[in-house]
């Protein structure tokens, strides 16, 4: 008898090997495996193809019509939430470990691919396909560093799986969809978080040493909507540093290139979408894109507090001024920062339009960064939802 492969494979690329990608890769792991052969049409950074996948994904992409659309994707609601017992150490109150939890508690996943880290570094990303509630608790909290969470796509044929929740950020959920049906599963749930500004694990250890008081302490840390990045360090304290402190003259090479092309901030193919950027502060922000994210919404509703999402204030004149501050690298001196802070914390953009502002921010400096740095890419990797975005403001040239 001869078994037919359900799809073709081809040699890993050995690691630390150049990738198709080249500099643009984001390490989203698919070049360790045999999908490797997909990878033209399947890397997000080769083949920016999100509408088409939103069509197979929800049944149809953005309305280009539609502001809400625009800006966050195909939705059927969102939502702010917390869980009413916050899980110890997770990234916020941990609802994405939650819901992966309780979908392998019910028996209705067999497995999920979260990212644990490794036991020498906290901030050594380690993706798994974890079996065990404990295994899925121990990859909570971001790990802020590129991580190869689809390395691990041949263990699930190998294992036999039919059943699977991937946990992930924008571009690696671009490079899933591209090959779900080649997995051979019955049913994939995707559990998506937005995802900006990342980086290389050196990255990382100079954006902490350019921006903390105490880089080797930092257990976690996240630009907060209070226009600050807070900083959560070993023995409790948070520490917190104005946005218009930082010293982006040091950091704009910090961040991945991946991630300074990349207009996927919301996470656009995610059944359903766990952030912070759309909520009002202390809360969690919910997009759920479809049928698939209302079934493992509903696994933990019971254990939430929820509220409709909101939005005031107007994001405009600030990105339209930030544009050229951080193209020219100005840094105000801490006393103005802070000062600063204090007053767009009180009048600025809150809820939703905070998530604009910051969607807005990024994409108008990613849209800079490719054109002057791969304008050969221009057309094809930015998505026309982003076009509109951009278009709302004055570039420099
Ligand atoms: P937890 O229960 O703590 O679980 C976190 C999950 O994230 C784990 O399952 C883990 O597998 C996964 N994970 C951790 N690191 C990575 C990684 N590098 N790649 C892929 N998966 C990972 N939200 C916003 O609203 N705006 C942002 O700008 C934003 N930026 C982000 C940047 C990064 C690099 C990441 C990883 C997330 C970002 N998020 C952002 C999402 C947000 O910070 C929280 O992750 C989300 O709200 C879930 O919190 P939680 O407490 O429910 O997660
Ligand atoms: Fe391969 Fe992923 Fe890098 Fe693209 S981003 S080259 S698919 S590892």
Same mark, same amino acid.
């Given at each position: ?43 997000? *950074? ?63 996943? @067999? ?11 906290? &901030? %050594? ?8 509630? !404990? ?6 909290? #971001? ?5 190869? #969470?689809?390395?691990?796509?041949? @263990? ?21 969809? =591209? ?10 749930? +995707? ?15 100079? *954006?902490?040493?350019?921006? =903390? ?13 209070? /226009?600050?990045?807070? &900083? ?10 104005? &946005? ?9 090479? +910090? *961040? ?24 009002? &502060? ?5 997009? +759920?894109?479809?049928?698939?994210? !209302? ?6 509703? @019971? ?7 909101? =939005? =005031?204030?107007?994001?405009? %004149?600030?990105? %339209?001024?930030?544009?050229? $501050? ?9 006393? $103005? ?7 767009? !914390? ?10 604009? *502002?910051?969607?807005?921010?990024? /994409? ?21 939802? $982003? ?11």
């Amino acid at each position: 008898m001869t078994s037919l492969a359900p799809h073709k494979k081809a040699r890993a690329l050995k690691p630390n090997s150049r990738r198709p990608a080249k500099e643009l890769c984001s390490e989203c792991g698919l070049c360790d495996t045999y999908y490797v052969h997909y990878v033209k049409e399947a890397c997000a *950074f080769l083949n920016q193809q999100i509408a088409e996948l939103e069509e197979e994904a929800h049944g149809r992409s953005r309305d280009l019509d539609n502001a809400d659309d625009i800006y966050f994707g195909v939705h059927r609601s969102m939502m702010a939430a917390k869980k009413k017992q916050p899980i110890e150490g997770a990234q916020w109150t941990g609802i994405v470990s939650s819901i992966a939890c309780e979908m392998l508690t019910r028996g209705m996943v @067999e497995g999920v691919v979260c990212v644990s880290n490794s036991s020498e570094d906290r &901030f %050594q990303p380690r993706p798994i396909l974890a079996r065990t509630t !404990e295994e899925i608790l121990s990859a909570r909290v #971001n790990k802020p560093t590129l991580s190869p #969470n689809l390395s691990v796509l041949e @263990e699930i044929e190998k294992s036999g799986m039919k059943r699977l929740l991937v946990i992930g950020v924008g571009c690696q959920i671009q490079a899933l969809r =591209s090959v779900e049906k080649q997995l051979g599963l019955e049913k994939l749930y +995707v559990l998506g978080t937005p995802c900006v500004d990342n980086v290389t694990r050196e990255g990382l250890d100079k *954006f902490l040493k350019t921006t =903390s008081k105490s880089p080797d302490t930092v257990v976690h840390y996240e630009f907060m909507q209070d /226009f600050r990045v807070h &900083f959560k360090h070993e023995d409790g304290s948070i520490e917190l540093v104005p &946005f218009f402190g930082l010293k982006t003259n040091q950091l704009k090479d +910090v *961040f991945a290139p991946s991630c300074m092309t990349c207009f996927d901030y919301v996470n656009s193919l995610a059944d359903l979408v766990v952030g912070y950027m759309g909520a009002p &502060f202390g809360w969690q922000w919910i997009v +759920v894109r479809n049928e698939t994210g !209302e079934e493992m919404l509903e696994v933990v509703r @019971e254990q939430l507090h929820t509220q409709p999402v909101m =939005s =005031s204030g107007d994001r405009k %004149q600030a990105v %339209q001024n930030s544009i050229p $501050a951080y193209d020219k690298g100005v840094t105000l001196p801490m006393w $103005a920062a802070k000062m600063m802070g204090v007053v767009i !914390e009180k009048i600025g953009p809150k809820g939703l339009e905070y998530a604009r *502002f910051s969607i807005d921010s990024h /994409f108008t400096r990613n849209y800079l960064y490719l054109k002057r740095n791969y304008p050969e890419k221009l057309n094809a990797q930015v998505p026309d939802y $982003a076009k509109k975005i951009v278009d709302q403001y004055k570039l420099p040239e």
